[in-house]
Nanobody, 124 residues
C-alpha cells in the first residue's frame, strides 16, 4: 500500500524559505514520477512542480520558476520542495503525489497516489 506523508510546512514571512519533504512508503519509489501541487482556500488544486523517476528532468509552474526547486533522494524514498523568496500568494496546502509511470506530469489526473498535505502560510 502506497503512503505519502508531507512535512515541513509552517508560517514564514514574505521573502523567507521553507523546505517541504514527502516520505514515501509502499511500492518502489525510485520507479515513478512525482509531483507537488497546492491548493489555496477557495481555489482549485494547481500544479507546482514535477520530477522524473531519476530526478534528471524537472518542470515548474511559471509562478514558481526560479524560486522553487523539486528534488528527490531515491535512497531515502523522499521527495523535496525547496521554496525560496516566498510570497503571500504561495499560501496554500501543499500536496505531493506519485504517478504509476516513470516520467513526471502536469495534470492532476495523471497521479494515482496523494499525501494528506502540509499547510504553508506566508505573511506579508
Amino acid at each position: 500500500q502506497v503512503r505519502l506523508v508531507e512535512s515541513g510546512g509552517g508560517l514564514v514571512q514574505a521573502g523567507g524559505s521553507l523546505r517541504l519533504s514527502c516520505a514515501a512508503s509502499g511500492g518502489t519509489f525510485s520507479n515513478y514520477g512525482m509531483g507537488w501541487f497546492r491548493q489555496a482556500p477557495g481555489k482549485e488544486r494547481e500544479f507546482v512542480a514535477t520530477i522524473t523517476w531519476s530526478g534528471g528532468y524537472t518542470v515548474y509552474a511559471d509562478s514558481v520558476k526560479g524560486r522553487f526547486t523539486i528534488s528527490r533522494d531515491n535512497a531515502k524514498n523522499t521527495l523535496y520542495l525547496q521554496m525560496n523568496s516566498l510570497k503571500p500568494e504561495d499560501t496554500a496546502v501543499y500536496y505531493c503525489a506519485r504517478r504509476t509511470e516513470r516520467f513526471g506530469a502536469l495534470n492532476i489526473m495523471d497521479y494515482r497516489y496523494w499525501g494528506q498535505g502540509t499547510q504553508v502560510t506566508v505573511s506579508s
